[in-house]
């Protein structure tokens, strides 16, 4: 297995014991490579849950230009739900795990088709 291998299948585990979610393996491999190179770095691969602009960003850059959303305040609104499901004592929420609950949250898993 290669390191992108590893670190999908250590979302995987984070979906389970953290979030309680079992992982659609499949969604879960097309989000992470759709992460691209950001999640072999430290900083970039996670979520910075306290920053607003960090927020924004996965708001602006996610749902919004990747899954196609309209901007209103349930984005928002679905972040901080992804982000509590994750565990808000958690420090490495990984990126990968919070745009893929994000994903599966609005039902968006035909932009990984």
């Known amino acids: 297995m290669g390191k992108r291998d590893d670190l999908i299948a250590k979302y995987a585990e984070d979906l389970k014991s953290k979030c309680g979610m079992d992982a659609d393996m499949d969604l879960l491999t097309k989000v992470t490579i759709g992460c691209g190179p950001a999640i072999y770095d430290a900083d970039a691969s996670t979520v910075a849950a306290t920053q607003e602009g960090e927020l924004e960003t996965v708001k602006n850059n ?46 968006k898993e035909a932009v990984y088709g």
């Open 62 to 107: 996610f749902l919004i230009k990747k899954l196609g959303l309209s901007d209103g305040p349930e984005l928002m609104e679905a972040i901080n739900k992804a982000l509590e499901t994750y565990g808000m004592s958690e420090r490495n929420k990984y990126r990968a795990v919070v745009y893929y609950m994000l994903t599966k949250h609005f039902d």
